[in-house]
């Protein structure tokens, strides 16, 4: 099949396309910048990671050193002096990056680790958690998740009691990324007997401490770069200096920052599909699928992926426009992380379906090449959406309850 443009077929020619608020010029040549970043310093690496399920620690001194991981934060503080949009560019473009547990490693550090530092650390608790985390000296995790406590952050029940100057830790934190490398963790703790919402605070445990392990690293169906590990607090004396925040006052440390996290999945979520596309719609042009209905099936296909990437970016990018002027967000983020996670699943199924029907990534050996290695790994890394940073059903509730119902 001969590709040919969209005057020759007697079609509009499409106005060129202009940058979608609440993203600039400006935001686009950085959005450029970071585009050749990720291709030329994460993505050739992607596979060997994938498959030692492990990256080293130097991609984060190497994100530090071109100021990556701290884009929002203030440049006193050793960040680059942007704002939310500019990390909201970061994490669509980290998307490409080949693999969904570098994304999400890195991520997790930037944007959910150490945004609660940042916005309610102590001066001495930014020089000495932040600053060097912004240089990628220092890995962050977020450590909320436990084996009986997941959506439902009120049932936390690892407990942290008060002695001389600070408090004993005993308790337990699963599915923490970043929780085998962390050389600290951003820990929720019940800080009263009855815990729930009053009774929450967040203590910073660093790797080192007496009692503080990790229990072990977890398999996962995708996310195979990330760590995502299993901790163990057993006594571990954590000082007064590393109380996160007020006492008692965790649980709305915890609901200011799902916003910002959930608003990030959906961005990664669009990036994803954005690329995706990309990649399906160059086989469909290359004319490389089978002729007749199978052409047509293909076009629809494609037609459907291009849909659903339009809704979620849609509703994605209207949270983030609230989000970013301050507005209340809750019901827009709700809505973008809902139908981005899905929509990412389902695209990466059929990315992934279109592209093993053609035959065209099928070596001769009979193993599959990387290039549908890689949208395999797109498939399996993207079933975590649904259920990470809260579930669907989570967000339908949070959803009903907004209504009114």
Known sequence: MTTTTASERGLPTAAAARPLPPFTEAHEQKRAGLRAYVKRELRPEAPRYERERWFPNEVF???????????????????????????????????????????????AHTGIATP??????????????????????KIAALGITEPGAGSDVASIRTTAKPVDGGWVVDGAKTYITNGVRA????????????????????????????????????EKLGWHASDTGELAFGEVFVPAE??????????????ANFQWERLLMAL??????????????AL??????????????LRHAVADMATKLATARALTYEALRLFHHG????????????????????????????HAEAGLYRRT????????????????????????????????EILGKGLGL
């Open 61 to 107: 001194t190497r994100l530090g050193a071109h100021d990556l991981l701290g884009l929002k934060y203030p440049r006193e503080l050793g960040g680059a002096g942007g704002d939310h949009l500019d990390d909201a560019i970061f994490v669509e473009e980290l998307a490409r990056c080949g693999s969904g547990g570098l994304a999400a490693a890195i991520g």
């Open 116 to 137: 609660p530092v940042w916005k309610f650390g102590t001066p001495d608790q930014h020089e000495r958690f932040l600053v060097p985390a912004i240089r990628g000296e």
């Open 183 to 218: 050389d600290f963790v951003v820990t929720a703790v019940k800080t009263t007997s009855e815990g729930g919402h009053r009774g929450l605070s967040f203590l910073i445990l660093e790797r080192g401490m007496e009692g503080f392990s990790v229990s072990r690293k977890l």
């Open 242 to 255: 590393n109380l996160l925040g007020e006492e008692n006052q965790g649980f709305y440390l915890i609901m």
């Open 268 to 281: 990664g979520a669009t990036g994803a599909m954005q690329a995706l596309l990309e990649q399906t719609q």
């Open 284 to 297: 469909a042009e290359r004319g490389e699928a089978r002729a007749g209905d199978g052409s047509q099936a």
């Open 327 to 354: 507005h209340d967000a809750i019901r827009q983020v709700t809505m973008a992380k809902l139908v981005s996670q899905r929509s990412c699943f389902e695209v990466a199924e059929t990315a992934l379906r279109l």
């Open 365 to 396: 050996d009979g193993e599959e090449s990387e290039a549908l290695a890689e949208l395999d790994r797109a498939a399996r890394d993207a079933r975590l959406g649904p259920i990470g940073g809260g579930t669907d059903e989570i967000m339908k």
